[in-house]
Each structure stands twice: as C-alpha cells, then as structure tokens.
C-alpha cells in the first residue's frame, strides 16, 4: 500500500520534474515512464530513477531513508554487470514544488543513469527481430562467468534453505489471488500452487544439496528481457537488479537464470531460451542445477503473474496500461501451467568423425525439442583438466587430453552426466564420436534401465565435405574442438559403423529439421 503523505509529496515533486528547466543540463522535454514501484524520468542524455513510497509486502519503500539506502544497494549491484550505465544516487533537496537535483536536505533520493533508447531493451530488440543467435551465445557466457565467481552465501544465513525458497514462491499465489476474478484463471493458479507445493517438497533434499555446494550466490535476481538492453555494438547489458530483498537476490543461481529462460519461452522464442541454457551449462558446467530449473522456471513465471496483476490494479495507471499489464498475466500464468507438464524425456547420441557435422545437427535439433541438454565431449573433456571450451590444450593426438586414459574419463563423464539429466527428467543429446561399439552400448543399456526412448543418431558426410568442414573450423578457431584434417583421417581408418542392430537414425545434414524432429520423437 502507499503511504498517503509520502505518496501525495512524490506526486506534486514528480509533476515539477517534468518541467525542462528542473535538470542542471540540457533537457528539450521529459519522458515520463512508471512501474508498480518507481518512477522513471527521461531527461537529455541522463534517467532518473525514483522509488515510489509503496508497502507491497516484499517490498517497502515508505521511509525516505529506506528508499535512499536501496538506491545505494542498486548502484553496487548493477555496477557488477552495468558499470557504465549507472552514475551515481542523487539527492534532490528544495521543496517538492521547487526541486533542486543535488542538493540536500534531501526530500527525495534517485539514482541517475545514462539514458538509452527504449527501443534498445531486449524485450523491444525481440520483437524487431534484432535480437540474434550470437547475441544469445555472448549473453550466456557473460552470465556464466558472472553466476561462476559470485562469492557463495555464508552457511548460516538462512538463503537457500528450502523454506526460505518456497517462501516467496507462496507469496507470489497469496499476493496475486485477490486480484484475480476470471474462474478459469482462479483455476490455473490453483493448479500451479498445487504442483508448486509436491515439487517443494520432492526437490527438499536438491535443495539442501545446492545450499550444501555454495550454489547460493548474490545474483542480479530480475533477469527478464525488460531488464536488459542491447547497444550498436551489440553487446547485451542486464541492469535493474533486484536492491530492496536480499533474500530475493541472494538465490541458486539456476534460479537466477531461469527468469530469462522463461521470460524468452513466453515471448516465443523457445529457440533462443535452449541456446542459452545450453551454453550457458557449457560455460558453467552447472548440470546438477538443472533438476531444479523448471521447477524455478514456474516460480519466475508466477513472479511475472504477480507483477502485472499488481499493476494492472494500480491506482495510477493509464488504462491502456492497466489492459496490456492484465493480458500478460494471463499469459505468464498459462505459461507456468504449460511448464508444470514436463515432456517424457529420452537419450539420443550421435556417432560420427569429426565434420561429420554432429555438434551443428544437435544444436539445431537443441532448438525444436524444448526442455532437451546437450552434453558435448569436446567441452566435458577441456573441463576434466580444467580448461574453458575455447582454451588450447595444446595435445597432440594420443598425448595430454587424448589418451585412452583421458578419452575413458570423458566418455565416463558423459555417461554420469547423462543418467544425472534423464533422472531429473530432460531428454539428453550427448554430442561425441561414439566411434566404437563398446563406448555406444553403456548408454543404450543406461536408456533401457530408465525407461527412456534411445537414437542413436549417425552422421554422415562425403570425405571431400569432412575435410572442407574440419580445415574451415581449425581456420575460425571458434569451436571447443581441437581435432584437424589428420585426426579426422584417422578416424576414418578405425570407425565401427553402427551394425543394423543398433537400429541407427542416419542423417546427412539436408534433411528437412522438422522431419529429422519427427523421427525422433516418435522412436
């Protein structure tokens, strides 16, 4: 709730910041723009950011010296990943009537930033089609190298406890059911709190383990396209990290992902949502998370349902605003139903020589199958001796990490990591040679103990083609592997093509994905 006096002074101060003339710089007009919990004001080259005097349960911003101290707190958290976008908190003294930006006694506080272009947030780049693949992948290692070196929580705090996380969670429910009045909405909240409630208690003991293995980390803790902006020089900038509760920041950092990972399946780009995951877990090798991301991914969608459902009843709100806040709670809330109903998960592996083009066929199949992981050798292996997926090993062949000995760990790797995924539930593309028999039996026997569909999925390619994919990757330098022309020679001497037995799935590459996708599917 607001606080009346407070609310009454931002409302007469916010109407004389509108005035041009307000802003010790050039301003030709103000551009006013509100959330349910701060007042944005576009002035020149610069943003104002001031927080409204609201009580909202998760939040309260009622005291003067509240909302001063969360300025200070969003400025060191967004300094982490948007050091250049956030300048500093600025006091506005004089009277609410006549305000003076920088002086003080402060009557209000807000934190001034660089302006950009609305049409830079990512949520607009969506939707004009600028966003990229590219993009997505540079985002994913960025946030990977982010979540990796965040210090973990002190073990006596109560972050990360499995109560402190279905805490909010219930909130989202309690908070946003009075503000529901369509039966069937009332309806597909039930079902979600209700799945929200057994999934709590099935994934305690996950919890305690993700608490046990420093996985609580200081995130961003609002990642949604709405909260990130793409510059001309294409790099991608989350800021407005959540400042004013820490116990909603200070959260496994699969949770953290799992908003972005949503927010872009409920704005249709599920593609975009899988090579993000995925490259992400390549970067971070956080694959034990992934039992617990869906089950964070419903609790971000419920947070969305929350938000516009608490805009859409604001008091000052345009109606054109409040409409559009009412139609995306209705269609987070479907979004979370529909991610309550995982799809049966199977295990495909591929097999082929390098160039053969197994990484690019499973990364297009990655996109088409929501829900599905890919495990890479090139990758599991560099990790095995602590090395980055661009990182030159510098082994030659049968030396460093291509020994029996290292090849054995890598396919050991893969095989733990594939049962860990299958038993949380996602479907597995393991994306490696699998040139011998003896390495493809263990998982076609692991798929068989977990009731799971198998596909083995041979690629194939004329030699002329291996070659001219193998030379023109080495020349790129921009893939995980380090096999040449020479390896790729050799493994033609020593591949064991997959018997008839072994009922292969065979694909050159020119197939339709859709068809490829269908076949699949239906093994």
């Given amino acids: 709730m607001p606080c009346p006096d407070e609310s009454l002074a931002q409302s007469v101060l916010i109407a004389a910041l509108l005035q041009p003339d307000r802003y ?7 551009e006013h723009l509100q959330t349910h919990i701060s007042h944005v004001l576009l002035a ?7 927080k409204k005097p609201v009580n909202l349960g998760f939040l309260d911003f009622t005291r003067l010296e509240r909302r001063h101290d969360d300025c200070e707190q969003e400025l060191r958290l967004n300094r982490r990943l ?30 001034r930033m660089h302006r950009f272009p609305q049409a830079a947030l990512l949520d607009r780049a969506l939707a004009d089609g600028r966003l990229q693949s590219r993009h997505i992948e540079a985002l994913a290692r960025q946030l990977a190298a982010f979540h990796r070196h965040l210090p973990a929580a002190d073990p006596a705090t109560p972050f990360g406890e499995p109560e402190q996380v279905r805490q909010p969670m219930l909130e989202d429910f309690t908070q946003t059911r009075p503000r529901l009045t369509d039966p069937a909405d009332l309806a597909i909240l039930a079902e979600v709190e209700r799945w929200t409630l057994e999934a709590s208690e099935r ?18 803790g609002d990642l949604h396209l709405g909260n990130m902006i793409l510059t001309d020089e294409g790099q991608v900038i989350p800021f407005d990290g959540l400042e004013f509760n820490e116990a909603l920041r200070w959260i496994d950092i699969v949770n953290d992902l799992a908003f972005l990972t949503m927010d872009l399946q409920a704005r249709g780009a599920g593609s975009f949502a899988q090579r993000l995951l995925n490259t992400w877990l390549e970067y971070s090798g956080d694959f034990a998370g992934m039992a617990l991301l869906n089950y964070y991914q419903v609790y971000r969608a419920m947070v969305r349902v929350k938000v516009n459902a608490i805009q859409a009843h604001a008091a000052d709100i345009p109606e054109a605003d409040r409409s559009a806040a009412l139609a995306r709670c209705r269609d987070y809330l479907r979004l ?21 083009g197994k990484s690019r066929r499973t ?12 495990i890479r050798s090139d990758v599991e292996r560099k990790r095995l001796f602590g090395l980055e997926p661009l990182d030159d090993s510098r082994s030659g062949p049968g030396q460093g990490l291509y020994t029996a000995e290292a090849s054995a760990r890598t396919y050991q790797r893969l095989y733990a990591l594939a049962e860990e995924l299958l038993a949380a539930g996602h479907s ?6 699998f040139l011998k028999r003896i390495h493809r039996e263990p998982f076609r026997e692991l798929a068989a103990r977990r009731g799971v569909p198998f596909i083995l999925l041979e690629c194939v390619a004329d030699p002329a ?16 592997t380090e096999a040449d022309v020479a390896v790729m020679e050799r493994q033609l001497q020593f591949v064991e093509p997959p018997a008839p037995d072994e009922q292969p799935l065979k694909t050159g590459g020119d197939e339709d994905l859709a068809v490829l996708r269908l076949r699949i599917l239906s093994s």
Wanted: aromatic fraction near 6%.
């Fill in 363 to 374: 990364g297009q199949l990655l996109e088409v199958l929501p829900g599905a992981i890919r």
């Fill in 82 to 111: 948007a050091p250049d976008l956030y300048l500093d908190c600025l006091p506005i003294g004089g009277e609410p009537s006549a305000p003076v930006l920088g002086a003080e006694p402060a009557i209000e506080y807000a934190v």
């Fill in 44 to 50: 020149g080259d610069y943003a104002y950011k001031i």
């Fill in 465 to 480: 083609t291996l070659r001219k994919r193998v030379a023109a990757r080495q020349e790129r330098g921009d893939d995980a």
């Fill in 428 to 433: 597995v593309l393991v994306d490696a040679t």
């Fill in 24 to 30: 010790p710089h050039p301003v030709t007009a103000v």
């Fill in 336 to 356: 979370a139903l529909r991610l309550t109903q995982e799809p049966a998960p199977f295990l495909l592996i591929t097999h082929g020589v390098s160039g053969s």
């Fill in 203 to 220: 994934l305690q003991s996950r919890l305690q383990e993700r608490k046990a293995g420093g996985w609580i980390r200081e995130g961003h």
